[in-house]
């Protein structure tokens, strides 16, 4: 009788073993997102010629490209958001890593930030000036040290000691920022002389000008999980160090596989005061709001209001995605497949359709 109960107890267990087996080893759904931007703010038409919007749209593209490869394969959306970030801080085409804009001391000035939505990790850099790529460097932070956000010396510091690809600041150099923070010290200098008693209206009004935009990624991998990354130079002839909301978990940057992930671009210190991304997704978890309803709250309402602008990008838990902005355009672009069997979806813009 004992013979027959271990029996029983053993195919039993080797039952539910199996069970567990397959369950760990189901493949991947096929269905996955990924969403881009390469910042939103002072984009013109006028200013944009048939070459150069050809050029934007071939770096969103190759980002796109490289993020979607990782997906395809069934990997990760951290992996994808990193990668996918990374080819936009090496284009100079864009504010984050080479080709970010100079702070009012003539130096670069980097912030990042990175959140698996799996596990609520979160790791950021803000003021760095010799890392590379700072979204990997914050990806460093995350897995690699017991923090959330570290700055300056100390993030350089710890990136180094990782063994992360440092180099001279002149390598974040290029002509048309350098050009773009003579311009902006010309106009804050002679704003200043004609109206010495409103420095803080002709401040901001600078800061209207002369703002430029972020990098961001956010996907939805074959397993459900979420993540979004951003990484930017901040805001031309910024002074004291300051930082904006991208690297700020919940403000610029925020992933939650409950809800969605959300990487934001625009004048940080208004998304900073409304916790723009956590925002979102609170009322996506306890307001039942939709994704787009959400998002277009905050972007085309809340934002506005309070004297900001600028858009995000966001994928919820079932791909649905959002790219609100409120500015004249926003560079963007997103790549999706619904199912293993489904065609890929891919598509690029800069001005509002």
């Not at 970030?85 to 864009?94: K, S």
């Not at 000035?109 to 460097?137: F, H, K, Q, W, Y």
């Not at 990484?231 to 031309?236: P, Q, R």
């Not at 910024?238 to 930082?243: D, L, M, Y």
């Amino acid at each position: 009788m004992k013979r027959l109960l271990f029996l029983i107890a053993f195919l039993w267990s080797v039952s539910l073993l199996a069970q567990q087996t397959v369950t760990a080893v189901q493949p991947p759904s096929g269905k996955y997102v990924l969403v881009i931007h390469g910042g939103a703010g002072t984009i013109s038409k006028g200013q944009v010629t048939p070459a150069l919007e050809k050029r934007y749209h071939e770096a969103l593209n190759k980002a796109l490209l490289t993020g979607s490869a990782i997906l395809e394969k069934g990997g990760k959306a951290l992996d994808a958001v990193e990668a996918t970030v990374r080819v936009l801080e090496d284009d100079p085409l864009f504010n984050a890593g080479k080709g970010a804009v100079f702070t009012a001391e003539g130096i670069n000035e980097l912030d990042a930030a990175i959140m698996d939505g799996a596990t609520l990790a979160a790791g950021s850099v803000a003021g760095v000036r010799t890392i590379r790529n700072p979204i990997t460097a914050a990806r460093a932070v995350m897995e690699r040290s017991e923090h959330v956000l570290l700055a300056g010396r100390g993030a350089e510091a710890f990136a180094a000691q990782q063994g992360l690809e440092i180099v001279d600041p002149a390598y974040f150099y290029t002509p048309e920022r350098w050009e773009s923070l003579q311009r902006a010290k010309k106009r804050d200098s002679l704003a200043h002389l004609a109206a010495p008693n409103h420095t803080a209206s002709l401040v901001s009004e600078q800061q209207r000008k002369d703002r430029y935009g972020t990098v961001g990624a956010v996907a939805l991998d074959q397993h459900g999980h979420l993540a979004a990354a951003t990484s930017t130079g901040g805001m031309t002839n910024k002074k004291w160090g300051r930082v904006g909301d991208a690297p700020i978990i919940g403000s610029g940057t925020y992933a939650n596989d409950k809800t969605v992930a959300i990487s934001c671009t625009g004048w940080g210190e208004y998304y900073l005061r409304l916790v723009m991304a956590k925002s979102i997704s609170d009322r996506m978890e306890f307001g039942q709001q939709s994704l787009q309803y959400a998002a277009d709250e905050m972007i085309m309402k809340q934002l506005p209001a309070l004297g900001g602008d600028g858009g995000l990008i966001a994928v919820d838990k079932q791909g649905n995605m959002a790219l609100p902005f409120c500015t004249e355009g926003m560079y963007r672009g997103y790549i999706r497949r619904e199912s293993s069997t489904g065609p890929v979806q891919k598509a690029t813009a800069i001005f509002k359709e």
